[in-house]
């Protein structure tokens, strides 16, 4: 079936410096990828669409220029948080649109990437 | 109000029981809808989706959508221990994007 890798699964980074999180599609081109952010306890939180050879978009209220969004290729999106601070601190999930399950209004997920700010 | 509210429980059952989850929505231009489940500190993994009103079944799971009163629903049956996680629903408009409920946590205990 279609399989997202995220990479790193865990990331623990000093205040003020800045990390990138890979998503790639393994087995299936994706046009376009999602983030999400995901506090404990809390609800996935849209915060940008990914889209090949294009700018990301991004939702209401999300930084753009904190969180740079760069989608390369059709297999290949990458999150990266700039300046990250403990407030940063966060489960972030990619997911891709398609794959063979099903047409194209399926995501398959991400397994997620923990990123702590100390 | 927002646009999908979810019981976030925690609902706990005793295994073989029938697990009924259930999401409210607002947002009448959402076309389909999905339930996902995730297990701790992991990506969500999709489980169900459909597109209109009605019921669809796959093995113990049911996927029930009630679009006149905007109430779709998860059952489970013969509920298994491996099924305790938390249940997201997760309906869909036509720009692919999911507005997530916040997750029911379902306990089946053995």
């Known amino acids: 079936g279609a399989v997202v890798s995220q990479h790193p699964s865990w990331v623990i980074c000093k205040s003020g410096t800045s990390v990138k999180i890979e998503c790639r599609s393994l087995?299936?081109?994706?046009?376009?990828m999602f983030w999400y952010r995901q506090f404990p306890k809390q609800s996935l939180m849209l915060m940008a669409t990914s889209n090949e050879g294009s700018k990301a978009t991004y939702e209401q209220g999300v930084e753009k220029d904190k969180f740079l969004i760069n989608h390369a290729s059709l297999t290949l999106s990458t999150l990266t948080v700039t300046s990250a601070h403990p407030e940063d601190s966060s489960f972030y999930i990619c997911?891709?649109?398609?794959?063979?399950?099903?047409?194209?209004?399926?995501?398959?997920f991400g397994a997620g990437s923990r990123l702590t700010v100390l | 109000q927002k646009e999908v509210e979810q019981d976030p429980g925690p609902l706990s059952v005793p295994e073989g029981a029938i697990v009924s989850l259930n999401c409210t929505y607002s947002n009448s231009a959402f076309q389909y809808f999905m339930w996902y489940r995730q297990y701790s500190r992991k990506g969500p993994e999709l489980l169900m989706y459909?597109?209109?009103?009605g019921n669809k079944e796959d093995g113990r799971f049911t996927a029930q959508v009630d679009k006149s009163s905007k109430y779709i629903s998860l059952f489970i049956r013969d509920s298994q221990p491996s099924d305790s996680a938390t249940y997201l629903c997760a309906p869909g408009g036509s720009n692919y994007k999911l507005t997530f409920g916040k997750g029911t946590l379902l306990t089946v205990n053995p």
């Open positions: 459909t597109y209109s009103s």
């Open positions: 087995d299936f081109q994706a046009t376009t």
């Open positions: 997911s891709a649109r398609g794959g063979p399950r099903s047409g194209a209004n399926v995501l398959t």
